[in-house]
């Protein structure tokens, strides 16, 4: 079974940065369609991934995200990235990766993902 371990959270001073790692066993990253998700406390995890790579290396963010955070992959180390620069406190939350096999196409949809990583917190303070 697909495994993806998550690491480097943390917390920040606004406007700082962190970056997120995801690595994937059983299956290669570069085959697989990944995306990041988060959930904010108090909140249910958020439907659409703030950020997603599909297996060509196509990307997809989300709006509040786009142009801050960038979504990016290492094949040799078989490692899933999200950097994370200018952070708000609206970005603090619980962060997950996710994985898709079987599928080339892109999708920042929650519900088309089958395997997930056990999420990391990311707290940026005002």
């Known amino acids: 079974q697909v495994q993806l371990v998550e690491s480097g959270g943390g917390s920040v001073e606004a406007g700082g940065s962190l970056r997120l790692s995801c690595g994937l066993s059983?299956?290669?990253?570069?085959?697989?369609?990944m995306a990041w998700f988060r959930q904010a406390p108090g909140k249910e995890r958020e439907r659409e991934g703030v950020?997603?790579?599909?297996?060509?290396?196509?990307?997809s963010y989300a709006d509040s995200v786009r142009g801050r955070f960038t979504i990016s992959r290492d094949n040799d180390k078989n490692t899933l990235y999200l950097q994370m620069n200018s952070l708000k406190p609206e970005d603090s939350a619980m962060y997950y990766c996710?994985?898709?096999?079987?599928?080339?196409?892109?999708?920042?949809?929650?519900?088309?993902?089958?395997?997930w990583g056990q999420g990391n917190q990311v707290t940026g303070s005002s």
């Open positions: 996710a994985a898709r096999t079987g599928t080339s196409t892109i999708s920042r949809s929650a519900s088309t993902y089958l395997y």
């Open positions: 950020a997603s790579i599909s297996s060509s290396g196509f990307t």
């Open positions: 059983r299956y290669h990253v570069s085959s697989a369609s």
